[in-house]
């Protein structure tokens, strides 16, 4: 089965060795969408079971630089999962109320109940990735903030919440692309901002900033997955794959019924 790209707790990350266009086996569009509509099926059931079940949820947590593919992996992935199981919150700068708080108030309201599935849309990680290309807070703020991440994930995979964090790799010839057809496309457009031109050209920073992220903060309780991205076939059967056999791996179970059910008509 295609695999994300994954590390040891501790081990260094070099992004530039890692190549976006990346295939695990002989995998095609066309074998792949095949895999995908599979994936979709045993997911929605996976999923059907989680909510019935109610003790444990699922937190996928979704990033990469701009064009990667995060709302069209959502697109692809989810489509076959019932919308009251399942949450997608995306995360923009934040507010000032959410500037009043410290940086995981926002993303503990957002971490998906019992049952559930979660995505998000960025994350707590743009606190150590924006937020430190642009010094957003002092060098020492951000410095502490891996560990705070590491404490606060952990403290939720022991509140029975598997999180599951996919860093979308693109390449920068790839993005240019991308972003090229945003202004191209009357329909696309309005995904475009003469901002994303100034974060392009901090591209470099901003992939130190991913490999620091990747190398602090891959646990044994909350591990990276880098998800080879530059085709969006594959960046999608990719991460299909990785949620159904995080479901699977939870095998969750229907809850037992009432006693007593058998003899009972209803008329
Ligand atoms: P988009 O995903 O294109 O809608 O853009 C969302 C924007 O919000 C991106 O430019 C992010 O860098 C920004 N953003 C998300 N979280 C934070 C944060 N904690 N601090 C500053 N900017 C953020
Ligand atoms: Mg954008």
Redesign the pocket.
Known sequence: MPRPITFKPGEKVCLADIDPRKIDGDWDKESAAERMEQNAERTRDLAYRLYAENRRSVLLVLQGM?TAG?DGTIRAVMHSVSPQSCQVT?????SNLELDHD?LWRIHQAVPRRGNIGIF??SHY??VL??RVHN?VPKEEWRSRYERINEFEQMLTEGSVTIVKCMLHVSKEEQRERLQKRLDNPNKRW?FSKGDLA?RKLWDDYQEAYEAALAHCNTKHAPWHVIPADRKWYRNLVVSELLRSTLEELDPQFPPSESGLDDITVV
């Open positions: 701009d995060k995306p995360f923009k700068a934040p940086f849309n960025r743009e606190d924006v937020v957003l995904k974060e």
